[in-house]
Nanobody, 123 residues
Framework: QVQLVESGGGLVQAGDSLRLSCTAS????????VGWFRQAPGKEREFVAA????????YYADSVKGRFTISRDNAKNTVYLQMNSLKPEDTAVYCC????????????????WGQGTQVTVSS
């Protein structure tokens, strides 16, 4: 069982930056692909970004490419999502998820999920 805890959300203005963290409780964390997903009110959960066992393997949704950066520190069992140039449409609950190696952008590939952290971007 992998427990994931997100942190770093908050209320910011358009153009600001935030860094989300996802910390895991398992020693073998580096063997998992970790993804970030978000869900806005009334919308389906959507893929944001994912990282394989190292930062060399990353995937991004087109809507965040060039603005968001995903990275991981396996020594700290933590994955980060650096979010720059935030827009009001980025407002959502952001969840991290862990899945087997090779997982990409599909939420069905992920097995373990955190509770989420709220990100609100005002215009």
């Amino acid at each position: 069982q992998v427990q994931l805890v997100e942190s770093g959300g908050g209320l910011v203005q358009a153009g600001d930056s935030l860094r989300l963290s996802c910390t895991a409780s398992v020693r073998t964390f580096s063997s998992y692909t970790v993804g970030w997903f978000r869900q806005a009110p009334g919308k389906e959960r959507e893929f944001v970004a994912a990282v394989g066992w190292s930062d060399a393997y990353t995937y991004y949704a087109d809507s965040v490419k060039g603005r968001f950066t995903i990275s991981r520190d396996n020594a700290k069992n933590t994955v980060y999502l650096q979010m720059n140039s935030l827009k009001p449409e980025d407002t959502a609950v952001y969840c991290c998820a862990a899945g087997p190696a090779g997982s990409t952008r599909y939420k069905e590939q992920y097995v373990f999920w955190g509770q989420g952290t709220q990100v609100t971007v005002s215009s």
